[in-house]
């Protein structure tokens, strides 16, 4: 009869939806959500996984071990969607300029950021470590790939001006996600006393880098990335295609600086390069550090590195 064929088909139409549902929250769970994870204990460290980490770990566990020993002030914001997003303020100097840093995807500030306290020091900044929503002890489970984080770099931004005064020279910058994270920042109208931003090895796009490591998985990117992206859309509230700093850094309004390691295997250097032709920001740098990997400009190479943000300092005259 006509109804039973209707049925079924209504059936057929309600176990592909099911399964288009349970394949995208597999996604979800797979690239944006970030468990909670135990507070590590005296002695433990977070490092990050990979063999081209293994030779820096000695320097990230000296750096990670001062870190922990330096006096600082525990400070914390209210995201614009209620979570408590915690972060650390080490002091170099009274009045000195301060730093606002962001560190990676699924890192944590003490991971990602701790190697700051030396380069800092040489500038003669201080230093705000951010915990970035889902990570660390801030509050939230999903990563959207600057999305969502680029609100939380707002908010802290108008949290520093608030502590410091108006008239406190300030920086944002960030590693990996951390440096996409301000780029998207960047074109908005941040407040006059934030003079720079600073990105290092930031993708260009989320929906190119997210791409690029399905493709490395041995999967078909462009059948895979529409699951991934509605995975973000309906369950994690966000679209991650609206994460494209290359755009945002068309309309940048600060000065900004990119510095990139060229051996870096996970975010192509070529984003970096791609992203400076295409910034309008009122200043621009980019710095590349040869032979560096991901998020390891800085420690393999601090001098030229921290030369590289001296000289835009002058460039730009703060």
């Known amino acids: 009869m006509w109804y039973e064929i209707v049925f079924w088909i209504l059936c057929g139409i309600l176990g592909v939806a099911a399964l288009f549902l349970l394949i995208c929250l597999g996604c979800f769970l797979k690239v944006f959500y970030s468990p909670k994870r135990k507070p590590l204990g005296e002695g433990e460290y977070e490092y990050p996984p990979g063999d081209v980490y293994v030779p820096f770990y000695p320097q990230m566990k000296d750096w990670m071990e001062r870190l922990r020993k330096l006096p600082h002030e525990d400070v914390s914001v209210t995201s614009f969607d209620g979570l408590t997003l915690r972060g650390a303020y080490y002091e170099y100097a009274p009045n000195s300029p301060v730093e606002l840093l962001f560190h990676g995807y699924q890192g944590t500030a003490e991971r990602d950021l701790s190697g700051a306290i030396d380069r800092c020091a040489a500038l003669g900044r201080s230093m705000l470590i951010v915990n970035q929503r889902g990570s660390g002890p801030s509050d939230g489970r999903v990563i959207t790939f600057g999305v969502k984080e680029k609100k939380d770099c707002l908010t802290w931004i108008d949290f520093a001006v608030k502590k410091f005064g108006k008239d406190r020279t300030l920086m944002i910058g960030g590693v990996s996600m951390g440096a996409t ?105 980019l710095i590349t550090l040869h032979g560096a990997g991901h998020g390891l400009a800085y420690p393999n190479n601090p001098d030229e590195y921290v030369e590289g943000l001296r000289e835009f300092q002058e460039e730009c005259g703060f």
């Open 181 to 285: 994270t301000v780029l998207l920042a960047s074109e908005e109208t941040l407040p006059e006393n934030v003079v720079s931003v600073m990105a290092d090895c930031g993708f260009s796009s989320a929906k190119e880098i997210i791409k690029k490591v399905v493709r490395e998985m041995g999967l078909p990117a462009d059948m895979v990335y529409p699951f991934i992206r509605f995975g973000g859309i309906i369950f994690g509230g966000f679209d991650p295609n609206d994460s494209c700093p290359i755009e945002s850094v068309k309309r940048a309004k600060t000065p900004v600086i990119f510095l990139h390691g060229d051996a870096d295997d996970y975010v192509p250097y070529q984003m970096s390069v791609d992203m400076y032709a295409a910034c309008n920001a009122p200043k621009k740098k």
